[in-house]
């Protein structure tokens, strides 16, 4: 399966979902906003949410800082 993450084309083995594809990225999904095919994921949907060859994720990590 391809997906185009952040802009660059990545290849898996098999299909995933969001919480597989993150843990597999290492990850922490706490920290992370995704983004499928343009629509804004929540939280609650990872997990259920299959992913599709060619699909495109935009994945947003908060930093924090001081």
């Known amino acids: ?4 993450i952040n802009g660059q084309l990545q290849n898996f083995a ?5 919480s597989q594809l993150l ?8 920290q992370i906003v995704v983004e499928l095919n343009r629509e804004i994921l929540t939280a609650d949907r990872h ?3 299959r992913l599709n060859d060619g699909d495109t994720l935009e994945l947003i990590q908060f930093v924090g800082g001081g």
Request: proline letters at 0%.
């Open 1 to 4: 399966m391809r997906l185009k």
């Open 47 to 49: 997990a259920t949410t």
């Open 23 to 30: 843990e597999q990225l290492q990850l922490v999904a706490k």
């Open 14 to 18: 098999q299909e995933l979902t969001i």
